[in-house]
């Protein structure tokens, strides 16, 4: 088990930068997500005014981060760039779809304790994304894995309340996917085929998900259901 508060002394890292934040006076704060140590706040100074560390500080970049824990701040002392992903920044809804990525890891993955499984999803939606996979299938399909993750993502095949299988679609409610009996007219109705769709986007295996979602694919079924998994961060707290 990785400390919240590392021993002093030089760490090499991979992973990737999650969020920056510029001061003037004291340069650049990095929230970096890395392998093993998870999410971290880490400081960047500027020297004599200058970022040293240029475009490797900007979020998205993912490489191999050397770092120097000192009595009081972990600081970034060099980073060799893997994957800048700035073939990403020619399509816009991809782009934002990614920072949209970003913000919600940043906000919800629990900092300084490892969590190498969301690091890996995190690099797999970028992959997606730079493969031109639907950005909002990409988005769903991370969205709801992180749930996952953190066990509070809704069943998309049982109904919450019952357990039946889902086999005629149901209703989207704050406390999960409901059959039609138990749903009582409640939330927002998911077709069986929609269903079929959403399950489609979160359990296939990243290659095949590349192929399968470059099909046409039913958008408003992605934007819609979206939505509905941005309520079950909020339940956790
Ligand atoms: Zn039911």
Redesign the pocket.
């Not at 109904?159 to 039946?164: I, L, P, V």
């Given at each position: 088990m990785i400390p919240i508060r590392l021993p002093q002394g030089y760490y090499t890292k991979t992973g990737t930068v999650l969020l920056r934040r510029d001061s003037s006076r004291e340069g650049q704060s990095l929230l970096l997500f890395m392998r093993e140590f998870g999410p971290r706040w880490v400081s960047a100074p500027s020297a004599t005014g200058k970022n040293r560390f240029g475009g490797s500080t900007e979020p998205m970049t993912w490489g191999e981060f050397s770092l120097y824990q000192s009595p009081s701040k972990l600081y970034l002392q060099g980073t060799e760039v893997k994957e800048d992903f700035l073939t990403l920044r020619s399509s816009p809804p991809a782009v934002l779809a990614a920072l949209r990525l970003y913000k919600l890891t940043a906000k919800e993955a629990p900092l300084n304790c490892e969590n190498d499984a969301a690091l890996r999803m995190l690099w797999s939606a970028l992959v997606q994304l730079r493969e031109k996979c639907q950005p909002y299938i990409v988005e769903f399909r991370y969205t709801w894995k992180l749930l996952n993750l953190m066990g509070i993502a809704p069943s998309l095949d049982l109904?919450?309340?019952?357990?039946?299988r889902l086999t005629d679609g149901g209703r989207f409610t704050q406390e999960g996917m409901?059959?039609r009996?138990?749903?009582q007219d409640r939330g927002e109705p998911v077709s069986a085929q929609e269903l079929a769709e959403l399950k489609g986007a979160v359990s296939l295996p990243h290659d095949k998900f590349i192929l399968w979602s470059r099909e046409t694919r039913e958008k408003d079924c992605y934007i819609k259901n979206l939505k509905k998994l941005s309520p079950y961060f909020s339940n956790m707290r």
């Open positions: 109904c919450a309340e019952c357990g039946e409901r059959c009996r138990c749903s």
